[in-house]
């Protein structure tokens, strides 16, 4: 699956850094998503973006801001992480916002917080 | 406290033989439920799915069954191919969100 693109793949940070992932879909699609998982977690979901508009903010603290500028790109952008953040963040997109789309999703970003 | 379960971590099965994979729900407003496979090192990739207002959805080698009244689905894959071992989550959402809740998992290894 190549349609969903993050990078950087892997992320080693320091609870001081501010850094941001990147998403990019090449669908064509009109919804798009942030995901988290930690180990021996499910999967749940952050952030939900509907033609560019957050739509969905699942209780996330706000060291995670999420930005969408077009309906291509989603960025992730991180600041003053704990190390409990330390998890594989994925992105999805769906055609539009909708269980009954299935959601495409990228390889992840590994994020390790030291 | 996890609205959708998947009680087996892990499964082993031969190759040409029959796997099922097993998922639970607590929450009875969901109505529309999604199976992902996942291999190592990439993101989930969506296999099949079904709706409440049915009971079972067929895709080749994959079957989903759906049991409102137990809050129960399973996902059968026959004949199994080493090329099936991966991680399997189930997803359920209530009303076209777009929000997926997502169990946790279950390993299928297929030996040749």
């Known amino acids: 699956e190549t349609g969903v693109t993050q990078t950087p793949r892997h992320l080693v940070m320091g609870m001081t850094n501010k850094k941001s992932l990147k998403c990019e879909q090449h669908l064509g699609h009109n919804a798009m998503y942030w995901y988290k998982q930690s180990a021996k977690k499910p999967l749940e979901l952050m952030f939900v973006y509907s033609l560019e508009e957050r739509v969905e903010n699942n209780s996330v603290p706000s060291r995670f801001s999420p930005e969408c500028p077009n309906s291509s790109h989603l960025f992730l952008h991180l600041h003053t992480l704990q190390p409990e953040d330390s998890a594989l963040y994925l992105c999805?997109?769906?055609?539009?916002?909708?269980?009954?789309?299935?959601?495409?999703f990228g390889d992840g970003t590994r994020l390790s917080i030291l | 406290d996890q609205q959708v379960k998947q009680n087996s971590p892990s499964l082993s099965v031969q190759e040409g033989r029959i796997s099922i994979l097993n998922c639970d729900y607590t929450n009875s407003m969901f109505d529309y439920f999604l199976w992902y496979k996942k291999y190592p090192a990439e993101g989930p990739t969506f296999l099949i799915s079904i709706s409440s207002i049915k009971d079972k959805n067929e895709d080749g080698r994959f079957t989903v069954f759906l049991n409102k009244s137990a809050k129960h689905l399973s996902l059968h894959i026959v004949p199994s191919q080493p090329g099936d071992s991966a991680v399997y989550f189930c997803a359920a959402s209530e009303g076209n969100t777009g929000k997926l809740i997502f169990g946790q998992g279950t390993t299928l290894q297929v030996k040749p």
């Open positions: 999805a997109s769906s055609q539009d916002q909708g269980a009954w789309q299935p959601q495409h």
